[in-house]
């Protein structure tokens, strides 16, 4: 089944603990990205990637990090994570010519930081 | 600043009534624009695109959207809705030459049976 999968699904942590979130996707796509949905400022752009070894910045990438070392796994890094970056996180992936394409969502990690 | 506002933030509707939700974005070249849904509990999920041709695009679930240029708008509507089309409803815009999606704040719809 194609999916955009991510691990955890919900994640308590405290401030200050390296934590990593990751996403893999089983389309061969070779955008993805990362997004925090947030209640009344709908869903932001972490960071994206339009393929291996190529990240950019999105709209809100303070405090966290990507890699995207092969084309199937896009982690996000929280290296001292803090209570504004409670969230519910998601990524998704697309075929090349993203702008064009939908983008395939995974299931969401709830993300409290206290 | 490039953005994409939607003016209601909350509909509460009965079954059969007709849907229509606004989406209005802020970027002056080409730009390509989406209507993702999110049910309670579920995925997003494509509703619709355009990307250009017939202003009016069509999508799953009898949605339609019409994109307006003069009005930087791409108002998402449905005739009749249904009960099981309580969602939050998202617009979003690509603008051209880059990667980047940008949404809206959404509108929840719920559907009164």
């Known amino acids: 089944e194609a999916q955009v999968t991510q691990n955890p699904r919900y994640l308590i942590t405290v401030t200050g603990k390296k934590l990593t979130v990751t996403c893999s996707q089983n389309m061969n796509h070779e955008y993805m990205s990362w997004y925090r949905q947030d209640p009344g400022l709908g869903l932001r752009q972490i960071y994206y990637s339009m393929n291996v070894e190529v990240t950019d910045k999105g709209d809100v990438p303070e405090g966290y990090k990507v890699s995207r070392k092969e084309k199937r796994n896009f982690p996000l890094i929280l290296e001292s994570p803090s209570p504004n970056q409670t969230s519910l996180y998601f990524c998704?992936?697309?075929?090349?010519?993203?702008?064009?394409?939908?983008?395939?969502f995974g299931p969401g990690t709830r993300l409290t930081v206290l | 600043a490039q953005s994409v506002s939607q003016h209601n933030h909350h509909v509460i509707l009965s079954e059969a009534a007709s849907l229509e939700l606004g989406c209005n974005y802020s970027?002056?070249?080409?730009?390509?624009l989406f209507w993702y849904v999110q049910y309670p509990g579920q995925h997003l999920q494509l509703l619709l695109k355009?990307?250009?041709?017939?202003?009016l695009v069509k999508g799953i679930k009898g949605f339609e959207a019409e994109f307006i240029k003069s009005k930087f708008s791409f108002n998402l509507r449905k005739p009749s809705v249904q009960w099981s089309d309580t969602a939050e409803y998202f617009c979003a815009a690509t603008p051209s030459n880059t990667g980047k999606l940008i949404f809206g704040q959404g509108t929840t719809l719920q559907v009164k049976p």
């Open positions: 998704a992936s697309s075929l090349p010519g993203q702008l064009y394409n939908e983008q395939f």
């Open positions: 355009y990307f250009s041709g017939d202003p």
């Open positions: 970027y002056g070249g080409t730009v390509n």
